[in-house]
């Protein structure tokens, strides 16, 4: 009898002394794991079907990737020959299902034949599909992969543009009329407005400039829009500060200063005919009232006076009036003297005198040039002097001269280039 024991013997010999018995249905449980356990051993003695069907199985993969690569070599050599290929037809793999009788009838697959050229022609004309068509853009962006839900997942985020609103001024502040240009500075906008501050003044224009003639506050705004309806706005103050007003009068060689909102002030004389430059003018005064008798000597063709008034912000107005003219030098010359008849003297006279022994001129100004000449009926010069303090005393040649009337002419320039041109007669008058 052989030692080993069936099934039933070894479990009734581990059971052995145990009440326990089990259920058949244990039993069928039991028998079954430990002979797929007793397949599985391996016994050399005991050849079964497991290693028997395992070597079969590998013989055949074997032979079947032979049995490939052999084909593959010879589709290969075809191919390169430019040799046309017929496949033979292959029944499908499926089945058609016979509604009639419930079974599944094989049907045939029909194939048309297809011609292969040379692997080189294969190779080139697949390029050519595949590659762009000229001018064509070549993406080398990946494609974009899809969600189980059917949405892509690595989709592109665009570029979202920041909007900056800014601008700046020319001048913040200053005094009127002030004149100021706006640049805009702002980023990323389509579309502006600007607000001035003042009525009427809002515009359109990327850039702006406006002139402010009244002093105050002008809060001035620019509104900028991006492409995608995003608003911003920039706003700034423009101060403007008042400008004083520059008035003044000459009445009676006396000035008299009515300007308003101005704690500073400069007179000076302009020349005739001058453009203000640094030459033609002359300060000479910073009082509210200033003296005319002063500066008369400072610039003596001088033709206007000037007021620069200016206030705390440093806001300045100017004007100016013409002088009054003074009155223009002359020279007076009587119409008869009464030579003395006690001689000839040196012509020397006392302006202060009234005597009427010298003919001389009466004058308020005395020229820088003079020139005296006086002349007898018949033309002949009897008397000449150079000198405005020198005149005739009615004698020539050291001899009274005729009782009668002479010719008289008198040239020269007065300190202001005014010319002296003059002439008249003269009678001489002698006393008993």
């Known amino acids: 009898m052989s030692n080993d024991y069936n099934i039933e013997e070894l479990l009734i010999k581990k059971l052995e002394g145990l009440e326990i018995e089990p259920s058949g249905n244990a039993w069928l449980k039991t028998q079954r794991v430990l002979r797929r356990k007793n397949f599985l051993r391996f016994r050399a003695r005991k050849f079964n079907v497991f290693y028997a069907s395992t070597i079969v199985i590998v013989a055949g993969l074997i032979g079947g990737i032979a049995i490939t690569q052999s084909g593959a070599k010879e589709d290969a050599e075809l191919r390169k020959e430019n040799i046309s290929i017929e496949p033979v037809g292959v029944e499908e793999s499926y089945f058609a299902k016979d509604t009639a009788h419930g079974a599944r009838n094989p049907q045939p697959a029909t194939h048309k034949p297809q011609t292969i050229d040379k692997v080189e022609n294969l190779t080139e004309n697949v390029t050519e599909e595949l590659s762009p068509s000229p001018g064509l853009p070549v993406s080398h962006s990946p494609s974009p992969q899809v969600s189980p839900s059917g949405g892509e997942i690595n989709k592109p985020i665009p570029e979202v543009k920041t909007l900056i609103t800014y601008f700046t001024p020319s001048v913040t502040s200053g005094c009127a009329p002030l004149e100021v240009s706006f640049v805009n500075h702002s980023e990323n906008g389509i579309a502006y407005e600007w607000n001035l501050g003042e009525p009427d003044t809002r515009n359109l224009t990327p850039h702006t400039s406006h002139t402010y003639y009244k002093e105050g506050e002008y809060t001035v705004s620019l509104t900028a829009m991006s492409e995608d309806g995003t608003i911003g706005t920039y706003s700034q103050v423009i101060t403007v500060y008042p400008k004083p007003h520059a008035d003044f009068t ?183």
Not at 304 to 314: D, E, H, S
């Open 250 to 432: 000459i009445e009676d060689g006396s000035v008299y200063n009515y300007s308003i909102g101005a704690n500073e002030y400069e007179w000076g004389l302009l020349r005739k005919d001058a453009q203000r430059s640094a030459k033609d003018t002359q300060s000479f005064s910073s009082d509210f009232q200033p003296n005319l008798e002063a500066p008369s000597s400072l610039m003596p063709n001088a033709s206007r006076l000037f007021l620069i008034a200016k206030n705390t912000y440093g806001c300045i107005d100017t004007i100016s009036q013409p002088l009054p003219l003074p009155p223009s030098p002359t020279l007076l010359f009587p119409s008869a003297f009464s030579p003395s008849p006690s001689g000839p003297t040196s012509g020397y006279y006392n302006a202060n005198e009234s005597s009427n022994s010298i003919f001389h001129p009466q004058f308020t100004e005395e020229p820088i040039e003079f020139n005296l000449t006086i002349y007898n009926r018949s033309g002949k010069l009897i008397f000449q002097t150079t000198d405005i303090h020198i005149g005739w005393d009615g004698y020539y040649r050291e001899a009274p001269v005729q009782r009668g009337v002479y010719v008289w002419k008198c040239t020269g320039k007065w300190k202001n280039g005014t010319a002296i041109n003059q002439q008249g007669d003269i009678t001489a008058l002698w006393s008993n």
